[in-house]
Each structure stands twice: as C-alpha cells, then as structure tokens.
C-alpha cells in the first residue's frame, strides 16, 4: 500500500534563511503529488501539485518543489522564508494502487520561522 | 475559496452518544471526504464517497458512519462517541483527474471533544 513520509516534524528556521521539507512516498507506476499548507485554525489549502510534465512544480507564496522518480521524493523549497510561512505542511500521494480516488497524506511538517 | 461548511465547529459530547457532523458543498463536486487530524498522525481518511449513495471505507472507518443522500451533503456519524475519537474533523470535497483524484478543497473543521 502507498505511504507517505515527511523526514522532519519539525523544521525551526530563520527569516529570509532557505528552507526545504523533505517528503518520501512508496514506489508506484503512477501518481499525482501535492504539497498542502495548513495555518493555524484553519483547513489545508493547495501550495502545488505535480500531475505530469515538468519535475519542477512552482506553487504560490514563492514554494517549489521538484518530483523525483527515481528516488520517489517530492521535497518542497522556499529560497527566502518569511514569518507568514510558519504553518504546517502536508505532503499527499494519489495513484491507482490506492483505488484512485483516496489521498494518502504524510504526518505533516511544522515549519516555524524566527526574526 | 470552494464553498464548503462544517457543521457544528465545535461540540463537546459524552461517551456513549451519537453525534452526527455535516458537511455541505455548493461546488458539485463529485467526490467527498471526511478525515481526522491527530498530532503526529497527519491526516486520516475515515470515509469517502464518489456520488450519491455511494460510499467506502477509509483506513480508520471503525466506529464511523456516512451517508450521502444528496449531492451537496455528506453525513458523519459516530455511533457511539468514544474518548479515542476526540479529534479534528475535516470534510474535503474533489473533482478527478481521469482515474486519479486530483486538489482536495477542505472546510474549517469540527472540534469534537468526548468525555
């Protein structure tokens, strides 16, 4: 069955220092990607997703992340941070070896940016 | 923002009692979710459902029920509220890309609390 592993529970970071949270999935022969943020008191929100085409995958708020087949990585960048990004991130999986239409979501990583 | 609400936001009930929670779209969207979030457990599917009347299981469907009578809502239940299910609850609704699910859009969540 598909899994999903976010390396890092927590990443403490300064501002305008880059970041990158680390995210790891089962192998499979097709999948979708997705990076979700989720602000405190609030649900998920989309920040990017891969479907097909190009490895790298720019998102909103300045992230980016690259798709790596062959090491099944989806790992999510910011160049500069700012204390706005402090929040929790999601990496998810969808694909076929999990029926298609459920997401399997990583435990999440919480990014905390200092002055 | 996708139209999706959650009803009630809060509750706090006893061990023992049903309790049902709402969600309801205004998107037409196809497919509907509902997940649990624990701290260090991310997000956990409990049920889904791809159209009217048609529902399946999540990975933590035990103690869960759901019920989707019309497009627009999809219905939560506990049949009988446990402690263990104290958690955060989020609906989330989707439209696929061919047989895969592509961007989830979530509502606020509900906070159950059993005593």
């Known amino acids: 069955a598909q899994s999903v592993t976010q390396l890092d529970s927590q990443v403490p970071v300064f501002e305008e220092a880059p970041v990158e949270l680390r995210c790891n999935y089962s192998s499979s022969v097709s999948v979708y990607l997705f990076w979700y943020v989720q602000y405190p008191n609030q649900g998920l929100q989309l920040l990017l997703k891969?479907?097909?085409?190009?490895?790298l995958v720019k998102g909103i708020n300045g992230f980016e992340a690259e798709f790596n087949k062959s090491q099944t990585s989806f790992h999510l960048r910011k160049p500069s941070v700012h204390i706005s990004d402090t929040a929790e991130y999601f990496c998810?999986?969808?694909?076929?070896?999990?029926?298609?239409?459920?997401?399997?979501f990583g435990a999440g990583t919480r990014l905390f940016v200092k002055a | 923002d996708a139209g999706i609400t959650q009803s009630p936001r809060h509750k706090v009930t006893e061990t023992g009692t049903p309790v049902t929670l709402r969600c309801h779209q205004t998107?037409?969207?196809?497919?509907m979710y509902w997940y649990r979030q624990d701290p260090g457990h991310g997000l956990r599917l409990i049920h889904y459902?791809?159209?009217?009347?048609?529902?399946d299981k999540g990975e933590v469907s035990d103690g869960y029920s759901v019920s989707r009578s019309k497009t627009e809502d999809f219905l939560l239940t506990l049949e009988s509220a446990t402690s263990s299910q104290t958690s955060v609850y989020f609906c989330a609704i989707s439209e696929s890309e061919g047989l895969i699910t592509d961007t989830q859009y979530f509502g606020p969540g509900t906070r159950l609390t059993v005593l």
């Open positions: 998810a999986v969808s694909d076929l070896s999990t029926g298609g239409f459920k997401t399997i």
């Open positions: 891969y479907l097909s085409g190009s490895t």
């Open positions: 459902s791809y159209g009217v009347k048609d529902t």
């Open positions: 998107e037409n969207h196809r497919y």
